[in-house]
């Protein structure tokens, strides 16, 4: 109980600070969940082919602008940077489930800066950060969609201290659902149409009474596949190609204990994005390399800026059928 006690020390001095900055700039103070929205693009609906993968991400946002809840600029020099990135691995077998392949996921990442709010001046240093672990994901495929399906949970297993600001971590276990489906436009299934709908539900934080509100996160897009015959061996060199956006809206409001009870703000905050998005497999060294860029616009109640998504996959092993 005593350390419980010490560690909203720092919190309730950080209060008032947080309050004055409120008070100038009429933007309500919103908590950011787990979900690095970006993280899906291309074909989001679709499962990978049977076998298992090693996946190294490297994920960067850059913010320069804070809006309130009408969408207005209350400052655009913010400064605001935030690294990930770390790794892990990725699995899809020929296991059945309702007539779905079951497969999963998992990432240990690390941070530096993880942002926690959308009014935060955290430079936390480079260190390990909240685990991703999806143990559930079933994949369906027809002539003309695939469907996805996903059950996935954060671990709050990096470093958080009420009020700290070397944080790496949220201090929020998070339980997120997803769905999702890619739609082909002619039989060869070339071009290509996608969207994921993942919703988290927050937890309170680590020895401390606050709630993030529940995310509602869309991503997906539209693009090309080109297959190339590879100089050897029956895999072809693959290149996926086109646009690709985001969404994420806060549906229940946050917690902070204020006197008196708890403030809830009712000003939720949501963000969009757009970008572009490629991405090349290269049979001979079994990897695949994605790029991905996204502007984001018509922030509300939070920061905007731009995201950056580089990812490597490596394939271990392949469990398709000859």
Request: charged residues 15%; aromatic residues 12%; contains cysteine.
């Amino acid at each position: 109980m005593m350390n419980k006690e010490i560690m909203r020390i720092p919190f309730l001095i950080a209060l008032p600070v947080l309050l004055c900055i409120l008070t100038v700039h009429p933007v309500s103070a919103q908590l950011k969940g787990d979900h690095l929205l970006g993280d899906a693009g291309l074909q989001s609906g679709t499962q990978a082919p049977p076998g298992f993968a090693l996946v190294v991400p490297v994920y960067f946002y850059s913010a320069s602008k804070l809006k309130n809840s009408k969408g207005d600029v209350i400052t655009d020099n913010l400064g605001l940077n935030m690294f990930v990135t770390g790794v892990g691995g990725s699995w899809v077998t020929n296991l059945k489930i309702l007539g779905a392949h079951y497969g999963g996921s998992v990432l240990f990442p690390f941070a530096s800066n993880r942002l926690e709010s959308t009014v935060t001046t955290t430079k936390s240093p480079f260190a390990f950060s909240d685990i991703y672990f999806q143990p559930i994901q079933l994949g369906w495929h027809t002539k003309h969609a695939d469907f996805l399906f996903g059950y996935a949970l954060y671990f709050p297993s990096g470093k958080y201290e009420m009020g700290g600001d070397d944080n790496s971590g949220l201090g929020q276990l998070a339980n997120e659902l997803s769905a999702g489906s890619t739609v082909f436009f002619d039989k060869a299934k070339l071009i290509h149409f996608s969207a994921l709908l993942s919703y988290a539900f927050n937890s309170e934080k680590k020895d401390a009474d606050i709630k993030t509100g529940d995310n509602l996160s869309i991503e997906g897009g539209l693009g090309k596949t080109w297959y190339k015959k590879a100089a050897a061996g029956p895999v072809p060199r693959i290149i996926n190609a086109g646009v690709v956006y985001y969404m994420q809206f806060k549906t229940t409001t946050d917690k902070i204990p204020l006197a008196g009870g708890y403030a809830l703000d009712p000003a939720k905050d949501q963000i969009f994005g757009a970008g572009l998005e490629g991405s090349y497999y290269a049979p001979h060294i079994r990897t695949l390399f994605n790029f991905r860029w996204i502007a984001e616009m018509g922030a509300q109640n939070r920061i905007q800026g731009n995201t950056f998504m580089l990812t490597l996959a490596y394939n271990l092993k392949s469990f398709e059928k000859k």
